[in-house]
């Protein structure tokens, strides 16, 4: 279940004159990104960067000559100078490098997906709890307008009754060589949903097929909720067009975000069906329901510098992030699922 439906962050309410020290480990790919969204930020010093390729460490010289640079990440897991680690590697890697982060008094902010396995993932949870740390597992999507303003729509009730969930996430590459495409791309939804939709997911259905590096680089789920809500997508690293398209259903509004779109990210139709008996047992009627269509507001910001301002701002104010280490988990216990299914080519998995 959604549990962190429950919860409401707000990076703009002001924290104490405290500043967080970071250090940040892995500059291949995201790595970057996360080092530029954390210049400018208040309350916060970028102290060190890691990384195990001299080519990558260069860049980093290049965009940050002020910071430290070292090849040996035990420098920074082991700092006291440092309070708070990023983990920006591939997930092979997740579990060791926040143990030992953990382990050494640091708060943990972990790249997506938080672990390779659920025991790994609540192995980080239990000592992040008894070490009083914080955990937050870069879910960047929970920070986009487009998906504040989705959760809104369904709490405030403007969608009604969640029918169905449907998400297309495709493109041709990037191909990974240490995860399946469904590990890669699925992440980004399964975490969405699970902050949206506020039930448990009870069983998980997944089909694909590897063509080139041994990897699944196509794949199919669907997840089954209670309440008849279904959830479907589609992953692919051989798509010729990149498409990043989701269609939300519900009993009074249909819902299209495409994050493609510079403008209108959110169409709102006001579409639907009913359905009544007649006179007699056999007659149904339908009758369709064709109304307006808006595009809503959608506050234009950059997801991943809200979410890094979002974790200091819990880090130095106690917050529990809605993104922390349980949620984390949640969304590795149905990546396992999936990868269980794909492998019994399509056999029900209970959750």
């Known amino acids: 279940m959604a549990s962190a439906a429950n919860y409401v962050y707000d990076t ?3 924290g104490p004159a405290a500043e967080l020290r970071i250090g940040v480990i892995g500059y291949g790919y995201w790595g970057p990104n996360v080092v530029r969204n954390l210049q400018g930020l208040e309350n916060c010093q970028l102290v060190a960067i890691c990384d195990s390729n001299p080519a990558n460490l260069q860049g980093a010289r290049q965009a940050r000559p002020d910071v430290e640079l070292t090849r040996d990440c035990s ?3 082991t700092s006291t100078q440092i309070d708070a680690i990023a983990v920006v590697t591939p997930v092979w890697t997740h579990f060791d490098l926040a143990k030992s982060a953990l382990q050494n008094g640091k708060h943990v902010f972990v790249e997506k997906p938080f672990t390779s396995t659920t025991q790994q993932a609540e192995e980080l949870i239990e000592l ?13 999507f929970l920070f986009t307008g487009a998906v504040r303003k989705i959760r809104q729509l369904v709490d405030n009730g403007t969608l009604g009754k969640l029918y169905y969930y449907d998400s297309t996430r495709v493109n041709l590459g990037l191909f990974q060589h240490d995860i399946n ?3 890669d791309l699925a992440p980004h939804d399964l975490s969405i949903m699970d902050y949206i939709i506020p039930k448990k997911p009870e069983a998980i259905v997944a089909t694909g097929e590897r063509h080139l590096n041994g990897h699944v680089d196509v794949a199919f789920i669907t997840i089954y909720f209670p309440g008849n809500v279904i959830a479907h997508i589609n992953v692919n ?9 989701t269609l939300i259903g519900g009993e009074k509004r249909m819902l299209v975000w495409n994050d493609l779109e510079a403008d209108e990210k959110l ?4 579409k639907g069906v009913q359905m009544r008996t007649g006179h007699e047992i056999y007659e ?4 369709y329901r064709s109304g307006d269509m808006w595009a809503p507001k959608v506050e234009p910001t950059e997801a991943l510098k809200a979410e890094l301002a979002y974790f200091i701002d819990c880090i130095l104010n106690d917050r529990t992030p809605i993104n922390d280490g349980p949620a984390g988990l949640r969304v590795v216990k ?3 699922a999936a990868d269980q299914s794909l492998k019994k080519r399509g056999t029900t998995i209970r959750l």
Request: hydrophobic letters at 50%; proline letters at 5%; glycine letters at 0%.
């Open 12 to 14: 703009c309410q002001p």
């Open 75 to 77: 420098e920074l897991l």
């Open 128 to 140: 992040a709890t008894r070490n009083r740390l914080k955990i937050m597992v870069d879910h960047t």
């Open 181 to 183: 495409v469904v590990w």
């Open 237 to 245: 690293w051989l798509s010729p067009v990149k498409v990043c398209t």
């Open 267 to 270: 169409k709102v139709y006001d």
């Open 284 to 287: 149904l009627l339908v009758s």
């Open 334 to 336: 149905m990546l396992e």
